[in-house]
């Protein structure tokens, strides 16, 4: 029982230290609960939370051989992902700005199916992630033998980060209600300007990590 209790507290903590520092992802999260409401919110976060689970879950299965393939080539994923970012951010300013004043624009009616679809891919392809769940799978290794306490690990991880992702979406949908839609307009173009800036701040980070090769 004091292996479960520990892969249970483990997870728990790598769930929300990969979940909780706000970056574009987060930004994105919030900006999906103000504009396009909870449900739609909700896809979004519950994409992220499934990404971070894949990639715990892989590192717990293949640990180290995987994390090899992401270890070098930090600058690629980075300038990839911050692209993505930037495109998305992007399209949304654009978007919201053709949206009539006052009135609910094309991003209002976004799907939660499709949302679900960009924030799967907007989080797997930043894997470096996995290389954080393996340095954690590594230690969680040296102290069980068993695979119970692996499987508490990833569900753990899962949960929490799922919980936090939509405590995001959750308060973003929640402020953009008390808003009208005029409100929502301005606060959806402003909030993809900063996502953009976030995006390109991702980018001048990879290019200075290193050369951008495979």
Known sequence: MDELRVALVAGVAAGLG??????????LLLREGVVNG??????????????????????????????????GRESVFLVV??????????HQFVTTLRGRPGEAGPVERASAAATFTRFLALTAVNPITLVYFV??????????????????????VGVSSWAWQLLLAGLGATFGRSLGPRATSVLGTA???????LGAAIVVN???AGPVVW
């Open 135 to 156: 340095a954690l799978a590594g230690a969680l290794s040296t102290r069980t033998s068993s695979w119970l306490a692996p499987t508490v690990f990833v569900v753990a």
């Open 38 to 71: 909870g449900r739609v919110a909700a896809a979004s976060a519950t994409a992220v939370a499934v990404v971070d689970t894949a990639y715990c879950t892989v590192a717990m299965i293949a640990g180290t051989g995987v994390a090899s393939l992401v270890k």
């Open 18 to 27: 990969v979940a909780m520092p706000l970056g574009a992802i987060g930004a």
């Open 191 to 197: 909030a993809s300007a900063v996502i953009v800036a």
């Open 81 to 90: 992902s911050g692209s993505l970012v930037v495109a998305v951010g992007l």
């Open 206 to 208: 990879g290019l200075r």
